[in-house]
Each structure stands twice: as C-alpha cells, then as structure tokens.
T-cell receptor, first 115, second 111 residues
Framework: EPEVTQTPSHQVTQMGQEVILRCVPI?????FYWYRQILGQKVEFLVS????????KSEIFDDQFSVERPDGSNFTLKIRSTKLEDSAMYFC?????????????FGDGTRLSIL | DAKTTQPNSMESNEEEPVHLPCNHS???????IHWYRQLPSQGPEYVIH???SNVNNRMASLAIAEDRKSSTLILHRATLRDAAVYYC????????????FGQGTTLQVKP
C-alpha cells in the first residue's frame, strides 16, 4: 500500500539555525499538508498546498515558515530561524483532493528538537 | 465551528467490541464525519468516514445517528494493537482540506 514517507525521523538543531523537513507524498495525490504536534498537545494544522501554491495557512505558519515542492516527488517545510518553541513532531500528509470525503494520509513524522 | 466532543479515555478488553462515541451537535448537512487514530509514536491514520448512512470497512464500522448530531466508531474485536488515540473530525463543506484535531479519546485495551 502506498505511503507518505518523511525524513529525517529525528532532527536536532541549534536555535537560530535553518531546518528543512522532507516528505514524499503518495504519488497520485495533489494536495499536501503539514501539521505539527507539540509533546502532549493536539495535532495542529500548519499549511495546505495545491498546484504549487499555499491554499490555506494557520496563524502558526508565520514568515519564518515556507513550503516548497522542488520536484515532482518531494514536499518540504523550511523553518528559517528556529526557536525553542518549534520543538515538536511535524507530520506531512497528502490527499487526492480536498473535498470533505477525501481522507488524508499521514507520514510517521519528523521529531524536531531545538537546543 | 468544527467542534466535536469525545470522552477523554475509554478502556476495553481484548477481543471485545468497542464503541467510541462522538458528539457533533452543530454539524451542517454537508459536513462529513471522519475518524482518524494515532498509535504511539506514529502519525494519524485514517480509519473511516461517513455522511449520513452507516459505513463499514476492514478496520471499523461507523454508526451515524439519524439527526447526525452524534456518531459512534465501532471496533468489532479490539486487539492490543488498537490501543491509540481516536479522533472524530468534521470536515466542513467549505473545507480547504484542513483537519481540526481535538484531544480525542485515548483507548486502552487490556489483555
């Protein structure tokens, strides 16, 4: 069964450094998402992406964050200057469409630790 | 408002059925009800979704109340591997794809 893959599984970075989290969505999917989950808290939506554009972003997704689909397979989340509060699990998801009946498929996440 | 209400936790015995409830009293006629679960140290996993009729798939069944203000996820025979956090999520008719997760129900399965 096709799956969403994320790399690395764990990233440790010094505060203030840039970090790029990578995702390979399911190949025939057109919509891509990033979510994050701070330890012990809810899963929170960050951004949705379709047709090389951001469809929607949350308040968390400020100008320190960016997303890109650099080629036909990868989808990346960049944090320009990391803060301690960016420490969290980051999940990538993809779906065939964004209609209410179309499920999202998630990767197993990247644990980002900011020191 | 995409709010749903679920119990914080539930317990079940292995090989017994589990009924996980969800209230979504403000649901509109075109909103879908989705269930996802999150096993320890994994990402959320799609389980099932429905609109009005009851639904079955290989993982679970979804029973939707006639007035659509509540639904129940049914695991027919719980296994230890079903221990997870279960999320009931409304996907709005005007949805851009964003999923709004609540705290979910933490299901413990006892051997």
């Amino acid at each position: 069964e096709p799956e969403v893959t994320q790399t690395p599984s764990h990233q440790v970075t010094q505060m203030g450094q840039e970090v790029i989290l990578r995702c390979v969505p399911i190949s025939n999917h057109l919509y891509f998402y990033w979510y994050r989950q701070i330890l012990g808290q809810k899963v929170e939506f960050l951004v949705s992406f379709y047709n090389n554009e951001i469809s929607e972003k949350s308040e968390i997704f400020d100008d320190q964050f960016s997303v890109e689909r650099p080629d036909g397979s990868n989808f990346t989340l960049k944090i320009r200057s990391t803060k301690l509060e960016d420490s969290a699990m980051y999940f990538c998801a993809s779906s065939e469409g964004n209609r209410g009946y179309q499920p999202q498929h998630f990767g197993d996440g990247t644990r980002l630790s900011i020191l | 408002d995409a709010k749903t209400t679920q119990p914080n936790s539930m317990e079940s015995n292995e090989e017994e059925p589990v009924h996980l409830p969800c209230n979504h009293s403000t649901i509109s006629g075109t909103d879908y009800i989705h269930w996802y679960r999150q096993l320890p140290s994994q990402g959320p996993e799609y389980v099932i979704h429905g609109l009005t009729s009851n639904v079955n798939n290989r993982m679970a069944s979804l029973a939707i109340a006639e007035d659509r203000k509540s639904s129940t996820l049914i695991l027919h025979r719980a296994t230890l591997r079903d221990a997870a956090v279960y999320y009931c999520i409304r996907t709005l008719s005007s949805n851009t794809g964003k999923l709004i997760f609540g705290q979910g129900t933490t299901l413990q399965v006892k051997p």
